[in-house]
């Protein structure tokens, strides 16, 4: 497996990291694709974990919030893709990543039926649970 990054919208990485949020967000899950494929900036750092064949299978992005804090945003693997491990691998890179460029904190809203995968992950639920999407998250939390 391969993780790569990229902050360019005009990247394969980016171009990956779409189509995986398109199967699993918009056609899965049925958000409707404005508010899914939303505006980034180059501020935002996608990433994608690429299975032994090459195969695009897992991704996420995250943005500052400010100098210390990182926010984690569409966390999504493909169905086909499921149980590996990808998505944790994934979030394990970005944790790496953010420590060495001096984050103090992460944070991101699970949806609620993944709010045990970011726990067992470290993150600590925070606040109320709130409407998304149509879909109920949970904010929560990572110390570095």
Do not use: C
């Not at 935002?44 to 299975?51: G, K, M, Q």
């Amino acid at each position: 497996m391969e993780i790569k990054q990229s902050n360019q919208t005009s990247s394969a990485v980016y171009a990956d990291a779409i189509m995986i949020r398109k199967a699993v967000f918009i056609k899965e899950q049925g958000i409707d694709p404005n508010l899914e494929l939303d505006t980034v900036t180059p501020a935002t750092w996608h990433y994608v974990l690429y299975d032994d064949q090459g195969h695009a299978v897992a991704t996420a992005r995250i943005t500052p919030n400010d100098a210390t804090t990182g926010h984690i945003q569409r966390v999504a693997t493909l169905k086909s893709a499921r149980g590996h491990g990808y998505a944790g691998a994934l979030i394990k890179q970005m944790i790496r990543n953010a420590k060495a460029q001096g984050y103090h904190q992460l944070e991101l809203g699970a949806q609620v039926t993944a709010q045990q995968f970011y726990a067992h992950l470290g993150f600590k639920a925070v606040g109320p649970i709130f409407m998304e999407a149509g879909l109920k998250h949970q904010a929560m939390k990572y110390m570095l």
